[in-house]
């Protein structure tokens, strides 16, 4: 089985991509862990390759080339475009979209990241508004669009193992 987990920041797409990875016992392929590793080899850090990525669509395609390497029939794909990848692609995968309100996704990465939820909802908020508008330049799609999911789940109120129960039951 091939699934795609998609979401935005601090949704929650890796704490259940890793829960996910371990319920079925399949590979996890992570767009932020390759995006972090291109970022390494470039030798500059994680923020000025994501600036460097807004003025350089050769960025995001070579990590989607990464990604589309790695791709096994049986793994789970992480990231905010591998819905919309696998779509594109004709890849056939079940696609998920974990969503959150702005608020509570700033809580999360703040906690996460020791910083004020005030900061850390400002720099979320700059960084999807690029992001929204990298994605429509370089491929034509608008993240605000669901249609392509098999599966939307605000993860607002819920804890990720009852995500993860919901993801199981539908896929079986």
């Known amino acids: 089985m091939l699934i795609t987990i998609s979401g935005l920041p601090g949704s929650g797409t890796t704490t259940i991509a890793n829960l996910l990875s371990k319920a079925l016992n399949l590979k996890l392929i992570s767009s932020g862990e390759i995006f972090r590793e291109l970022a390494i080899k470039k030798g500059i850090s994680l923020e000025e390759f994501g600036e460097l990525a807004e003025t350089n669509s050769e960025i995001d395609k ?59 909802k400002k720099e979320i908020k700059k960084r999807e508004r690029c992001e929204l508008n990298r994605y429509k330049k370089i491929y034509g799609i608008d993240l605000r669009e669901k249609s392509i999911y098999d599966l939307v789940i605000n993860s607002k109120d819920k804890k990720p193992e009852k995500i993860l129960d919901i993801i199981l039951n539908k896929i079986k």
């Open 62 to 120: 070579e990590l989607d080339d990464n990604i589309l390497k790695m791709v096994k029939e049986k793994s789970i794909v992480e990231g905010r475009l591998t819905g919309f990848m696998f779509h594109k692609n004709n890849i056939q995968a079940f696609k998920i979209w974990i969503d959150a309100p702005l608020e509570i996704r700033a809580k999360r990465v703040a906690d996460r990241e020791g910083k004020s939820v005030k900061q850390t």
